[in-house]
C-alpha cells in the first residue's frame, strides 16, 4: 500500500511566524502534491511537484512556497503565517503515468493564532 | 459555476438503506472519474476509479459514468454506520498528469 506521511497532525503557530510543513511517500512516485481543506470549498491545489527541484503552482500558490530536494519528500513552507492559512493541509502524491489517482497523507490542521 | 457539483449533505439514512451519492460536471472531455472516502480528521482514501462510461463494481459500492448527461454516480449497497464519511468525488482530462478537479464533498451518515 501507498503510504504518506505527513510529520505533525496538529500544529498551532502565531501570526508573522515562518511554517514548515513536511511529507513523505514511500512509492518512489514522481508526482507529490499540497492542498488545503476548507469547509464549503473542498480541496484546493497549492503547489504539486513532478520531479526533484521542480515545482508548478496550482490554484492557491499566494502566501507559500514548497521545496523538494529529494524524491520522497515534499515540504510546504508558509513565509509568514496569517490567520486566513488556518486550515487543513493535505499532501499527496502519484506515479507519473498520465491520469493515476493520488494517495494522500492524514493531513496536517493547522492554525494560525 | 463550478466544474463540479455535488451537494454538500448531510445525507442520512438508516443501515442496511441503498445510498446514491452524486455529481455533476460541465467538462464534457472528462475522461477519468473518481471516488475517495474521507473520514473525520484523516486524509481522503481512493474508493473507486473509472474510465470514460459505464459501471464497475467492488463489493457493496458500484460507480457508474453517464457522460451523455454529465452525471457520475456512487452506490453503496447494504450501508453500514462505518461507511459514515465524506465522500469527494475527482475527474479528469485525458494525458493529464496531475490536475484532478474535486468536488466539495457530500457527508453521509448511516444511523444504526
Known amino acids: 500500500d501507498v503510504k504518506v506521511t505527513q510529520s505533525s497532525r496538529y500544529l498551532v503557530k502565531r501570526t508573522g511566524e515562518k511554517v514548515f510543513l513536511e511529507c513523505v511517500q514511500d512509492m518512489d512516485h514522481e508526482n507529490m502534491f499540497w492542498y488545503r481543506q476548507d469547509p464549503g470549498l473542498g480541496l484546493r491545489l497549492i503547489y504539486f511537484?513532478?520531479?526533484?527541484?521542480?515545482?508548478e503552482k496550482g490554484d492557491i500558490p499566494e502566501g507559500y512556497s514548497v521545496s523538494r530536494e529529494k524524491k520522497e519528500r515534499f515540504s510546504l513552507i508558509l513565509e509568514s503565517a496569517s490567520t486566513n492559512q488556518t486550515s487543513m493541509y493535505l499532501c499527496a502524491s502519484s506515479s507519473f503515468r498520465s491520469n493515476q489517482p493520488q494517495h494522500f497523507g492524514d493531513g496536517t490542521r493547522l492554525s494560525i493564532l | 459555476q463550478k466544474e463540479v457539483e455535488q451537494d454538500p449533505g448531510p445525507l442520512s439514512v438508516p443501515e442496511g438503506a441503498i445510498v446514491s451519492l452524486n455529481c455533476t460536471y460541465s467538462?464534457?472531455?472528462?475522461?477519468?472519474f473518481m471516488w475517495y472516502r474521507q473520514y473525520s480528521r484523516k486524509g481522503p482514501e481512493l474508493l473507486m476509479y473509472?474510465?470514460s462510461s459505464g459501471n464497475k463494481e467492488d463489493g457493496r459500492f458500484t460507480a457508474q459514468v453517464d457522460k451523455s448527461s454529465k452525471y457520475i454516480s456512487l452506490f453503496i449497497r447494504d450501508s453500514q454506520p462505518s461507511d459514515s464519511a465524506t465522500y469527494l468525488c475527482?475527474?479528469?482530462?485525458?494525458?493529464?498528469?496531475?490536475?484532478?478537479?474535486w468536488g466539495a464533498g457530500t457527508k453521509l451518515i448511516i444511523k444504526p
Open positions: 467538462n464534457s472531455a472528462f475522461q477519468y
Open positions: 475527482a475527474m479528469s482530462l485525458p494525458y493529464s498528469n496531475y490536475q484532478l478537479i
Open positions: 473509472t474510465y
Open positions: 511537484s513532478y520531479d526533484v527541484k521542480m515545482k
